[in-house]
């Protein structure tokens, strides 16, 4: 079934069509949510709060807004209200991703991954709230800048300049921390 049909069926009630069309999304949410959590019971606390407030907001969503920034909005919001009042120790270490990568590559390409991930994990903790929202959401969210910028209410160039910052902050971070390993191996 087409998505705009599924959407049409949800705004009437219809349960059913919400199951199809939340299992278009389901992986994508859940990963992103699992970006703020890092635990698989607290993700899934996150990830039921959202479809409920889903669901029940779907009189008000409008067929004009793309339906992804509009999940992704009400996830990000259902997130950072959590957030706010649970703060505990993060990573954004994508398991999945970790081991697809490990498996395909020798010992010291693995340790190299590894480190850079954990090095790219704790640098994400340092961001400010804005630059790790819009991060986030570009990465594991798979959002335009203009979707991220409708989702967090901000305007589009300064969406683009969070990400720029956080991405210089990564980079700058690998390479320091990269530093003691090329000076050792000449």
Not at 62 to 88: E, G, Y
Request: with cysteine; aromatic share 10%.
């Amino acid at each position: 079934m087409q998505e705009d049909l599924l959407i049409s069926k949800c705004k009437n009630g219809d349960g059913e069509a919400f199951r199809h069309l939340m299992n278009i999304y389901k992986t994508r949410l859940y990963g992103y949510l699992f970006k703020f959590s890092n635990t698989k019971d607290f993700t899934e606390d996150l990830f039921q709060e959202t479809l409920i407030k889903v669901w029940k907001g779907f009189k008000k969503y409008n067929h004009q807004q793309k339906f992804s920034s509009w999940l992704f909005t009400i996830a990000h919001n259902v997130a950072m209200d959590n957030l706010r009042s649970i703060k505990n120790n993060k990573t954004y270490t994508d398991l999945t991703i970790v081991e697809q990568k490990l498996s395909s590559e020798n010992l010291e390409s693995k340790i190299i991954i590894n480190e850079t991930l954990e090095i790219i994990n704790k640098t994400v903790e340092q961001l400010s709230n804005k630059q790790k929202t819009v991060f986030l959401l570009r990465q594991h969210g798979e959002m335009t800048f203009k979707e991220i910028a409708e989702a967090i209410n901000e305007p589009l160039n300064t969406v683009i300049s969070h990400m720029h910052y956080a991405m210089k902050k990564i980079r700058k971070q690998i390479e320091i921390e990269n530093e003691p390993r090329r000076t050792t191996a000449i």
